[in-house]
């Protein structure tokens, strides 16, 4: 099935074919008028530049004049290869359909509200017959029952017609356009960038990435900068302060060497602050007793990280490197680069 951006706005289409697999772009005149497009000989010039195939309107109020507006557009350069003339339905257009498909020219016969309207553009020879979706659904009638049946007539009577499903309005229309087996659709972008788009697939793909990170990353390179440490023979004053600045609920307590003596918490101060008050923020660090801390090798993979978290039950891992602290792991550190 091919597959066709329906657009006028510049920046879309640029947008759109870069993707490197749309057929071709449809536009009208009521897609640049939105667009404050007014040089419109110019726009289609550029815009058979920029894409593989460009589908544009030939308007005339009879077949000759149809005819000739086609003509005059071939001679702004275009290619009679890489164009198709859209003309509305009409006893006069499927005659310009027929003289246009003469001339050896790509034709799309459009506006296509009955079966009856569509046979007579494939009767005419319309490389393409484009019924309008969501314009009919918007009108009360069962838009998808005409589409199917405009395909069985092409398969049918072997025309040599491709049923181009347009006027799409969400992801449904898709849906149904690949159901029913036509053989082209053209899509606005903004509900072609959604047609890849599942919470499932999301949720997927992230969990592939984040154990991929666990299998991949070292400890070292996951943890942040920042590695609060304060010596033994600073007062637990400073150490506060110095938690606050670097938003860690953890410090490293280190001996004059260099080692580690401890990790001091949030949760110690708020033990020692209900046990003996304020007075304790004036003590020093190395008169406190610390448990030997919870620790991991800045050089091991983060999954080891994972599993030692889920043993210990901690949110928070000292990093060392030689036996001197390089940092703390947080939990989240996991989950983010």
Request: proline share 2%.
């Amino acid at each position: 099935m091919e597959l066709y951006l329906d657009s006028a706005n510049l920046k879309e289409i640029e947008e759109g074919f870069k993707l490197g697999f749309l057929n071709g772009l449809t536009t009208t005149p009521t897609f640049m008028q939105k667009e404050g497009i007014t040089d419109i000989d110019g726009t289609i010039v550029k815009l058979s530049k920029m894409v593989p195939v460009l589908q544009i309107e030939a308007l005339g109020d009879t077949a000759e004049e149809i005819l000739k507006e086609a003509q005059r557009q071939l001679n702004l350069g275009l290619s009679k290869e890489k164009t198709v003339f859209k003309i509305p339905v009409s006893l006069e257009g499927v005659r310009a359909c027929k003289m246009l498909r003469n001339e050896g020219l790509l034709v799309n016969v459009h506006l296509v509200y009955t079966l009856q309207q569509a046979y007579m553009a494939m009767q005419a020879g319309a490389t393409y017959v484009c019924p309008l979706v969501g314009r009919l659904q918007d009108q009360g009638h069962d838009a998808l029952a005409l589409v199917e049946q405009c395909v069985d007539a092409v398969e049918y009577y072997g025309y040599d017609t491709k049923i181009m499903f347009s006027s799409v309005r969400n992801n449904e229309h898709v849906r149904n356009a690949i159901n029913i087996g036509v053989h082209t659709i053209t899509v606005p972008l903004k509900i072609l960038k959604s047609l890849t788009e599942n919470n499932f697939t999301t949720m997927g793909t992230e969990q592939f990435i984040r154990d991929t990170r666990l299998m991949t990353v070292k400890v070292k390179d996951a943890i942040n900068k920042i590695n609060p440490v304060v010596s033994a023979s600073s007062k637990l004053g400073d150490a506060i302060v110095k938690m606050t600045e670097f938003g860690f609920g953890a410090i490293t307590v280190t001996n004059a060497d260099g080692s580690v003596k401890g990790v001091f918490t949030d949760g110690d101060l708020r033990r020692l602050l209900g046990k003996d008050g304020r007075d304790i923020l004036g003590k020093k660090m190395e008169e406190f007793s610390y448990n030997t801390p919870i620790a991991v090798d800045g050089n091991v993979l983060l999954n080891d990280a994972a599993l030692l978290f889920k043993k210990t039950n901690v949110d928070t891992l000292l990093v060392t490197e030689a036996g001197k602290p390089v940092g703390m792991l947080d939990i989240q550190d996991l989950k983010n680069d």
